[in-house]
């Protein structure tokens, strides 16, 4: 009997680990539990199905990639967080090699749904924590929104051009941040 002990936290990061090294389709319970020394049903005492480990290494390596580093630069300029994102994204790109294109076909059936509802949950936070920025950005000029342009609407523009950058693994975002110098600022 194996009596390693593990925590949830250790399987996910090991999860991360796994995706990093191998790729994303080399993600299953049994290589989780190989990479953690610890039996199947161990992942399971944590982890109530396959779909519920894998919408949680999604998530964890979303955060992973969005969490800025502790020498990022602080500032309250939404362009200068924007650039800094789509950094973080190539980096994330290299980091964990075809994931972005990968994990959403890594479910099926039911688990597609628990799959998508997580990383719909992922990127509504990360939405959520852009608008913040962009609200309190103190260089966005006096009547840059209105009906017609609200902070919401320029965040779900920016966060499009995001995942099309993933698509395309193009990280250049000079034309999107032009926009944005000339909408708001």
């Known amino acids: 009997m194996n009596t390693v002990v593990t925590s949830r936290e250790a399987i996910l990061a090991q999860g991360r680990r796994l995706v990093q090294q191998e790729g994303w389709q080399a993600l299953n319970i049994r290589s989780v539990a190989a990479a953690c020394s610890i039996s199947v049903g161990s992942v399971y005492h944590y982890f109530g199905s396959k779909a519920e480990l894998m919408g949680e290494i999604v998530a964890c390596v979303w955060r992973d990639v969005f969490h800025l580093p502790e020498d990022a630069p602080e500032t309250d300029c939404f362009g200068a967080q924007v650039a800094l994102l789509f950094d973080r994204l190539a980096e994330g790109e290299r980091q964990y090699p075809g994931f972005f294109s990968l994990h959403s076909m890594g479910f099926l059936g039911q688990e597609k749904s628990l799959g998508q509802d ?16 962009l609200r309190r950005d103190p260089e966005v000029r006096p009547g840059a929104f209105d009906g017609g342009l609200t902070p919401e609407k320029l965040v779900e523009i920016v966060f499009s051009q995001l995942l099309s950058a993933l698509l395309r693994r193009d990280y250049d975002c000079q034309g999107l941040l032009e926009l944005i110098r000339r909408a708001i600022y």
Request: one cysteine or more; a positive charge.
């Open 118 to 133: 997580r990383m719909a949950r992922s990127w509504a936070h990360i939405q959520s924590q852009l608008c913040s920025l």
